[in-house]
């Protein structure tokens, strides 16, 4: 199968997973298909990394994305276990929330702890237009992405049980985690241009 075909084939799967999480009524079927869908074209990619990063085979930085890569299905699968779970009432809804505050602090402290080490690719790590576009300019959003996840992450378990909102304080995290390595990364892309 050529390149432009697995890519093709990894898009029309997620296309096919979101469909089916809105417009399948079962949430048990809905949950599966999609985490089957999703799995599938994870594991396509992992498969064809070195294509899609355009890194060789023995590049010791292949086993980082690697690495991200099977950190994504895992979460994904701890998600969707845990939508089934909870709609299976096996959990509360206060076991949910601090679950997925276990989850969001880990990939918080996993990713922090290896966003410097990602090569620069198209396809794996922050990708806003002007990161992608330099390398330098890549390296350093992925320093500060590093550098603040620590704090970032122990900030947000912190304030979990404290602010009743949930919600709230894991989106404004989330925003955090990504915005200030973005906003960053534009000044010093900005900056290099003049």
Known sequence: MSFKNKKYLIFLLSILAFYTSIFVNNNVVSIGCTLILIVISSIIYHKNIE?????????????????????????????????????????????????????????????GNIAPQIPFNR?????????????????????????????L??????????????EAITLLTIMLWIGIPGILSYNFYKNRKL
């Open 51 to 111: 294509e899609f990063t355009d890194l060789a085979e023995d590049n010791p930085k292949i086993h980082i994305i690697k690495r991200i890569t099977i950190l994504g299905i895992l979460v994904l699968i701890s998600g969707l276990l845990g939508a089934y779970l909870l709609d299976e009432k096996v959990i509360c809804e206060n076991s949910e929330k601090y679950i997925a505050a276990a989850i969001v602090f880990l990939v918080i402290l996993i990713i």
């Open 123 to 151: 396809y794996t790590g922050l990708r806003l237009p002007w990161i992608v576009a330099s390398e330098t300019t890549w390296i350093f959003a992925h320093r500060v992405l590093g550098y603040i996840s620590l704090p």
């Open 153 to 166: 992450a122990f900030i947000y378990i912190s304030l979990v049980p404290v602010i009743e909102n949930f």
